[in-house]
């Protein structure tokens, strides 16, 4: 990357924020300023003095190798702020964000054109998960046992065979039009627990590897958070260093942390790892011939094994402690005992056949590490003490988990030692302006530079935040039928184009069910994918799209598709959570108050989130509505309106839908104006 690092100091930085003086051309500020290239060259680019002053803070904060925490409200420009100083300061940098989409956007959008107008020669690389990458090994070896494949199957896999040799990346998303979620895939990508690693007859050309080794030799490397997290383990895979060693690490969308990072700073055993393992055992077998006599024999009996375990554990779909569970199931740690003497048999007779190839070679290794992992989990060792074991029942499968209790000081100890700057970003990371909780999450120690700066958008003007009087608690019976009777006289006056978000399924589709029969377009999550709904909720007038949790963040609507937003009641998760559950009553254990340090906070940072989906441009006005009788009769309820951007408040039904239909004529004379 050519270097052209910014020469403000700290404080002369500091000087210039306060004097509103950013003349020094090579700095950040200066590049995003009046006279910068992104206002000569880009129509678009509008100067905000937010966005100037985050990326000076930034960009300091990548000179000391220190960690800032920065808040940036929609409409800031927050990309721009933390990818022009990560440029010109010349460092290694790792770009991490919350989802694939957004990878995306930053790598195929983002970086090209900031690159461009800064003039900034720079190798970057886009770096996903395993799983985004077809398998040549795979791929060959599902096509050779293609007949039990159904014909929908049949024919992805011959539309992968027929594209993938003219991608250069081997990238699931680049290859026809499969969906996401098809069966297909995982057939033909690998996981840490199936790739051969060195030992493949493909490992030259595989995707995979090529990937990783890009990302080590590139300037910037766009990941995502769950690769990051999940980058201690994958080290160990056969391919080495996954991640290159960085000056700076910026973590976009960083309120995500503290939740993808539980998942992969514990440890875990699932049925599906046992049955996909005996499958591969005997794909292996058939292909290598080791003919020991107790290696499909015991497959046989792991497979049955898990399958009638899965069927103890009951019917229903849910997340449930193990000493809960181990309640309620006969037997279970010694069911747990027995899978891992299997496991250990298994081992054991993959042993013997390991000297006939690879690929039963691998599977013995496998076998080993699930043997190990599953005695770990059901034995009480005293390190579990400071973790909550738990058990995840899926319609097919189960897994057990170990999740640390307080996630706060694993990650303080997994960031330790490390010489870099670490940018954490989002519109929502504080809580009433407070940045505290934030902070203990992710195990950032007192004293941390922590910034916000306001949105730039007028929501005095611009929104309005109705919260109605009158509404029942949302605990009882009539809470669904009041909020439908509170909200439909709002979807009529925006004349659709609402998101009614939901808080659980069971109140969605009761609501969706009151909602039969009115003059709306009635989408609902889970009928469709997500980007299917999104695309009718533009194009189709008077449509309402309800949603759960996935609609709360990451979703854009900018313009006048959308004018309002009902939030059924405040995100607090369930308290029957296991993890949860745990975590407050350490937390009680400890003589704090789990409600307002733990509970409160977490809802606050997801109600921001929904909220945010309301006004997404200078252009945009709306109606924010919250169905909670919480936040007003509750002290805690102050600490959620204190949260919320600056939007004129009423309980007055006839003020919010005149604005609404005001709101809706003015659409409505522009598409007469356009005809």
Request: charged share 25%; proline share 4%.
């Amino acid at each position: 990357m050519s270097r052209k690092r910014a020469s403000l100091s700290p404080r002369a930085k500091r000087a210039a924020l306060a004097t509103d003086v950013f003349e020094q051309a090579d700095s950040a500020a200066w590049a995003l300023g009046p006279d910068g290239p992104f206002a000569r060259q880009l129509d678009s680019f509008t100067v905000r003095k937010s966005q100037q002053q985050m990326a000076a803070e930034i960009e300091a904060c990548i000179e000391q190798r220190s960690a800032l925490i920065a808040e940036s409200g929609t409409g800031t420009g927050k990309t721009f702020a933390y990818l022009v100083p990560a440029l010109l300061s010349g460092e290694k940098t790792i770009v991490s964000t919350g989802t694939k989409h957004l990878q995306e956007q930053l790598f195929h959008r983002d970086l090209p054109q900031v690159m461009e107008k800064l003039g900034v020669s720079a190798k970057v690389s886009l770096l996903k998960g395993r799983s985004n990458y077809v398998c040549l090994q795979r791929l060959q070896q599902c096509r050779s046992s293609s007949r039990r494949l159904d014909k929908k199957q049949l024919h992805e896999l011959e539309t992968i065979a027929v594209e993938l040799p003219t991608s250069k990346s081997g990238d699931i998303a680049q290859l026809g039009d499969i969906a996401e979620d098809s069966a297909i895939w995982p057939q033909v990508t690998s996981t840490v627990d199936n790739c051969l690693g060195q030992g493949c007859s493909y490992f030259d050309d595989c995707f995979v590897n090529k990937a990783r080794k890009e990302a080590l030799s590139s300037d910037v490397v766009v990941i995502n958070h769950h690769l990051y997290f999940a980058d201690k383990a994958l080290k160990n895979d056969g391919f080495g260093a996954l991640l290159p060693e960085t000056a700076c690490i910026i973590f976009d969308e960083a309120h995500q942390i503290p939740d993808i990072a539980s998942n992969f700073l514990g440890h875990s055993f699932s049925s599906w790892q046992v049955m996909e393992l005996v499958r591969d055992t005997r794909s292996a077998e058939l292909k290598e011939k080791s003919l020991v006599p107790a290696l499909i024999s015991t497959a046989d009996e792991l497979d049955k094994m898990v399958v009638d375990y899965r069927l103890s554990l009951g019917l229903q779909e849910r997340r449930v402690a193990w000493q809960e569970l181990a309640t309620e199931v006969p037997g279970l740690p010694r069911k747990m005992q027995l899978l891992a003497e299997t496991l250990e048999r298994f081992a054991e007779a993959l042993e013997l056949a390991a000297a006939k190839g690879e690929a039963l070679a691998r599977c013995h290794e496998r076998a080993l590490e699930l043997c190990q992992a599953c005695r770990a989990l059901i034995e009480d060792a005293p390190e579990q003490r400071a973790s909550v074991r738990w058990v995840e029942i899926a319609k097919r499968t189960f897994r057990i988990h170990q999740t640390p209790l307080d996630i706060g000081a694993e990650l303080s100890e997994f960031f330790a030692n490390t010489p870099q700057a670490r940018i954490f970003t989002s519109a929502t990371l504080s809580v009433a302006g407070g940045f505290s909780h934030f902070q203990q999450l992710v195990g950032l120690p007192e004293g941390t530079a922590a910034h916000s700066w306001d949105s730039p958008f007028d929501y005095y003007n611009q929104a309005v935040l109705y919260v109605p009087e009158g509404l029942p608690e949302p605990k009882e019976d009539s809470f669904t039928q009041a909020i439908y009777d509170a909200v439909l006289p709002v979807l009529h006056a925006a004349a659709g184009r609402s998101f009614v978000l939901f808080t659980s399924f069971r109140i969605m589709q009761r609501f969706e069910e009151l909602l039969q029969g009115q003059d709306l377009n009635v989408l609902m999550q889970g009928q469709r994918n997500k980007q299917e709904l999104l695309s009718e909720f533009v194009r189709v007038p008077r449509s309402v799209l309800l949603g759960t949790m996935s609609f709360w963040e990451g979703v854009d609507v900018p313009g006048d598709a959308l004018s309002c937003v009902v939030i059924d009641k405040l995100p607090f998760e369930s308290p029957f959570d296991p993890v949860l559950k745990a975590r407050l009553q350490a937390m009680q254990d400890a003589g704090e108050n789990p409600f307002m340090n733990y509970q409160v906070p977490r809802a606050v940072i997801t109600l921001r989130q929904g909220a945010g989906r309301l006004i997404r441009s200078q252009q945009d006005r709306g109606v924010l509505m919250l169905c909670d009788a919480r936040l007003r009769r509750t002290h805690y309820g102050k600490i959620f309106l204190q949260s919320l951007p600056p939007m004129r408040r009423t309980a007055d039904e006839s003020k919010v839908c005149g604005f609404l239909q005001s709101a809706t004529a003015v659409v409505n004379q522009q598409e007469e104006d356009a005809k």
